[in-house]
Every structure is written in C-alpha cells, then in structure tokens.
C-alpha cells in the first residue's frame, strides 16, 4: 500500500509560479512510477506528467510541455511538479497518483492505469 499526500496549491495570477509536492508513505510492493492528473469543474480528470521509479524518464501532456517539470527526490519519498508560465486554464484540483510497475517502464497516462492517489490539492490561476 502507498498513501498519498500532496500540498502546494494556491491562488496565484496568470504568468507566475507553483509548486507541487507529493509525498508517499507506505510500504510499495515494488517499484512505482508517479503521476499528476488535473480536474476542472465539470471536466473529466487528465493526465499533467509522469516520471519513473528512479526519475529517468519523464513524460508530459502536450498542453502543458515546456512550462511544467516533474521531478522526484527518492530521499525523501516525494515527488514534485514545477509549473511555470501559468495560465487560467490551469485552473483544477491536482491530483498525485502512483502504480507499481515490474520488468521495463513505459509511460502511462489513463485514470484507470494508477492504483493510487491522494486527495488533491487546488490550484487556481487568475487572469
């Protein structure tokens, strides 16, 4: 079991910073791969970045690729997301998500695909 709690939200105006944390608690059966997803009011929830066990491989939406980077610091069981440049339509609840995984990575990026997530955490961008 991995539990999940994120933090870091805020209020903040369009063109400035954030950043998200994710920390992981628990005893993973294996290795696990980390995930943010994003939810807006009255949207489904999708995909923002993932990143490998060990922080190798990184992957992002298209919409938020060159502004937002996802890192992950093993030491201290937590995973981050930098986003930059923010616009309004950044504006949802982010969510941290985590799957385990054997064998190769390869990305993933489907809702159904992550095992576990944490409660969320709000972010919104004013114009």
């Known amino acids: 079991q991995v539990q999940l709690v994120e933090s870091g939200g805020g209020l903040v105006q369009a063109g400035g910073s954030l950043r998200l944390s994710c920390t992981a608690s628990?005893?993973?059966?294996?290795?696990?791969?980390v995930a943010w997803f994003r939810q807006a009011p009255g949207k489904e929830r999708e995909f923002v970045a993932t990143?490998?066990?060990?922080?190798?491989?990184?992957y992002y939406a298209d919409s938020v690729k060159g502004r937002f980077t996802i890192s992950r610091d093993s030491a201290k069981n937590t995973v981050y997301l930098r986003m930059n440049s923010l616009k309004p339509e950044d504006t949802a609840v982010y969510y941290c998500?985590?799957?385990?995984?054997?064998?190769?990575?390869?990305?993933?990026?489907?809702?159904?695909?992550?095992?576990?997530w944490g409660q969320g955490t709000q972010v919104t961008v004013s114009s």
């Open positions: 990143i490998s066990w060990r922080g190798i491989s990184t």
């Open positions: 998500a985590a799957r385990s995984y054997s064998g190769g990575y390869s990305h993933r990026s489907r809702v159904y695909e992550y095992d576990y």
């Open positions: 628990g005893r993973p059966a294996s290795r696990y791969a």
